[in-house]
């Protein structure tokens, strides 16, 4: 089941990073054990009168998983305006802008159950019961999208949450002292995106994580969520924290057509659009935070190349912990 859940981690904490809720408070002790002192990787972008700091984040975190540093503080502090890949003000009013497109698409597609085989259909149905969503609904979604939605429907996320993720944190922070929060990008276009990925290119996968299934257990479809006892299950927060970039960025989709599309749609055309908006937005004196998830900057495509493509250059303004 390991394309499946792929998807279901990477589309989670992908829209997590698009509409994630906005409260949050920092614990002073974790779940999760850090044996060093966090140095998020952060680079500068500027030219005479305009600032802007970049921030690799995580979506989702268990609380008093500790991320910011001195360094960080005194940058959150420094800035006038916090810019986020969308607010939650931003997310609703983009959602809605489109929402007679997405209900196009809904309404025009075969619903899933009818591509899947007679002896899928009835764990397909029992999934979707189990994840306690309206069946109808569900099914009638194209499928990309579907199966990303299990991750924002309840399930268990183990110690993480939304709440204490980078994000929220920082929308916290930016209200409580009345300073402006924006957005890089446009939900409703990422959001239809994903949507228009075609569904023959997850159908496959399904019908045999399905058929593989034994009906019984949701978190076995799934597969199990981190344990805070084992350090390799916290690979990606504690690069995060530390301020590892790696060289290249994959979600560990084994189907070469199924992984172009997710890569497009989540990170490459994104990060294309965002040095776009970075480079505008150099026209514009002040002082910006720009906060996006850690991912959008690593491999050949990320938002630093296409930055680099334009003739401009974001330094890294710090390194690593071993």
């Known amino acids: 089941m390991r394309q499946l859940t792929t998807l279901f981690a990477a589309g989670s ?41 970049l921030l690799g984040t995580v979506h989702i975190l268990p609380e008093g998983f500790r991320w910011r540093n001195p360094q960080l503080d005194a940058i959150i502090d420094e800035v006038d305006e916090l810019v986020l890949e969308s607010s939650d003000a931003d997310a609703d009013a983009s ?13 025009d597609r075969t619903p899933t159950s009818q591509q899947l085989t007679p002896a899928a259909r009835p764990k397909w149905r029992r999934l979707i019961e189990m994840s306690g969503q309206p069946f109808d609904y569900v099914d009638q979604t194209p499928l990309m999208f579907a199966m990303m939605g299990f991750g924002m429907s309840g399930l268990d996320f183990g110690p993480s949450s939304y709440e204490h993720g980078v994000e929220s944190v920082l929308e916290e922070i930016f209200a409580d002292t009345d300073r402006p929060i924006h957005s890089i990008e446009d939900t409703g276009r990422v959001m239809m995106s994903i949507y228009r990925i075609d569904d023959a290119l997850v159908l496959h996968g399904l019908e045999q994580d399905l058929l593989e299934w034994d009906g019984r257990d949701i978190d076995m479809f799934f597969g199990e969520m981190p344990d805070p006892s084992e350090e390799e299950d916290w690979e990606l927060e504690h690069a995060c924290a ?63 190349h296409f930055l680099s493509e334009r003739g401009l250059e974001a330094v890294r303004i710090n390194k690593a912990v071993d």
């Open 13 to 53: 904490l992908a829209i997590a990073g698009l509409c994630g809720p906005a409260q949050a408070e920092e614990a002073a002790s974790s779940l999760v054990p850090q044996d060093y002192d966090p140095a998020p990787a952060m680079w500068l972008l500027e030219d005479e009168d305009t600032t802007i700091y």
């Open 95 to 107: 959602m809605e802008h489109v929402s007679g497109k997405f209900i196009k698409l809904f309404e």
């Open 242 to 304: 530390r301020g590892v970039v790696q060289e290249e960025m994959e979600f560990g989709i084994e189907d070469a057509k199924l992984a172009l599309a997710f890569h497009r749609a989540l990170l490459s055309s994104r990060n294309e659009r965002w040095s776009a908006w970075l480079e505008e937005r150099l026209d514009s004196p002040g002082k910006i935070l720009v906060a996006v998830g850690a991912g959008h900057f690593e491999g050949k495509d990320s938002v630093l």
